[in-house]
């Protein structure tokens, strides 16, 4: 994704290409985030990157703009905020170009098309940016291919739209997912509106939409589902105070995780505290949300039947899955906001069902919630392929 500086330079200079996008400013969030989207549709399909250049006016003069770290930061927030999706690639740099000092945010294309920023689809039209039409979108969805796709994203060869629960996807997913005015003017079949949404390929259902509004995920994804086990001692061969597998789509699998952590904690009560410091749980039920469902969307779901395991121990709880850390994410940087998605669909699909409020921020959320509340700091553990998490009761 990476362009030189007299790569740049010719684009900034370049008034008539639409593949740049220049704003004066970073003032202009909403105009920035379509941008990013439009130049990660990549409509014309130049199949390289765009830029927007911050620091920039529309005839290509510099608005010496001063370039701080705190501007880049935002800029580079814009991908994982959740208002974009799916997330696209992109790199945020401070760049000195035809002697301007600008801010460059390079977008890569999107493999998986169309990307949406708050439910609408944008698109570059010439020098501009404007809302996608309806055979625009079909354009971009009809680009997805299925051997250059990430697993949750291809087709299921052997289903079809009966194997969803389709009035799930009317009533809860749609309109989570797309903009009410565009909902609206929508006359499209319900396979067209799967394609749209990318869960729907080759007129088969992906396998990210099997996972998450099937009627029978596991038919075709064996290893997705939950093993919760609730131990009355330290070690594996203690007795089972409560054994259960959690199965279906995905929402609900995940209703019932939320009701069986609740379930589980432990309050303590202090008579010597006031009301309102008598209750001490010793797990935060919001820090085992965010473990369990990060998890859940970053787990290898291909290729392996072993499903996520949650295991309630006297000591601990450790939460496991198939699949290793992915892409950019690496032990140094990891739970420091670094984001890449081996299931970028389900990554989307959760977010849109308020599962993930902010991309890249679901471990270091649980870690604060955990320090909060008393309870020691969590365990990380990576091998290859799984993934393990052990948290301790609050002292």
């Given at each position: 994704m990476s362009l030189t500086d007299q790569e740049l330079t010719g684009l900034l200079l370049d008034l008539e290409s639409d593949r740049v996008e220049r704003k004066e400013s970073a003032g202009d969030g909403a105009g920035i985030r379509k941008a990013i989207c439009a130049l990660a549709n990549d409509l014309p399909y130049h199949q390289a990157p765009g830029v927007i250049f911050v620091g920039v006016a529309d005839d290509g003069s510099c608005a010496n703009l001063a370039i701080s770290d705190e501007l880049l930061r935002n800029l580079a927030q814009m991908r994982g905020d959740g208002n974009i999706l799916p997330p696209p690639r992109m790199a945020v740099q401070k760049k000195t170009l035809n002697g301007c000092t600008v801010a460059t945010v390079i977008v890569e294309s999107a493999a998986n098309p169309p990307v949406r920023y708050r439910g609408r689809v944008w698109v570059r039209v010439g020098p501009s940016v404007q809302q996608a039409t309806a055979e625009e979108e079909r354009v971009l969805a009809e680009r997805q291919r299925g051997h250059d796709l990430s697993f949750d994203s291809r087709p299921v060869e052997e289903?079809?739209?009966?194997?969803?629960?389709?009035?799930?996807f009317r009533a809860q997913y749609l309109p989570s997912s797309v903009a009410p005015e565009v909902?609206?003017?929508?006359?499209r079949s319900i396979d067209q509106q799967l394609a749209s949404l990318r869960l729907f390929v080759n007129d088969r259902p992906t396998f990210g939409a099997i996972i998450l509004f099937g009627n029978n995920p596991q038919i075709y994804v064996p290893g997705s589902y939950v093993q919760f086990l609730r131990i009355d001692g330290t070690e594996l061969t203690d007795p089972i105070r409560d054994s259960k597998e959690l199965a279906g789509p995905l929402h609900e699998i995940l209703r019932q995780l939320e009701e069986l952590l609740k379930l589980n904690i432990d309050v303590a009560k202090d008579p010597t505290s006031s009301a309102r410091e008598a209750i001490?749980?010793?797990?935060?039920v919001t820090a085992l949300r965010q473990l369990t469902r990060n998890a859940l969307m970053h787990r290898n779901y291909e290729g392996t039947n072993a499903p996520t395991r949650a295991y309630w121990f006297t000591d601990r709880i450790e939460i496991s899955?198939?699949?290793?850390?992915?892409?950019?994410?690496?032990?140094?940087?990891?739970?420091k906001g670094a984001t890449d998605y081996r299931n970028p669909l389900l990554a989307e699909a959760m977010r849109n069902l308020g599962y993930v409020q902010r991309f890249g921020m679901g471990i270091p959320l649980a870690v604060q919630d955990l320090r909060k509340n008393g309870n020691p700091e969590p365990e990380f553990r990576f091998e290859p392929s799984s993934f393990l998490v052990i948290v301790r009761p609050a002292k």
């Open positions: 289903s079809t739209s009966d194997q969803l629960d389709l009035d799930f909902l609206e003017q929508n006359q001490q749980p010793d797990y935060p899955n198939p699949g290793g850390l992915f892409g950019q994410v690496n032990i140094s940087n990891f739970g």
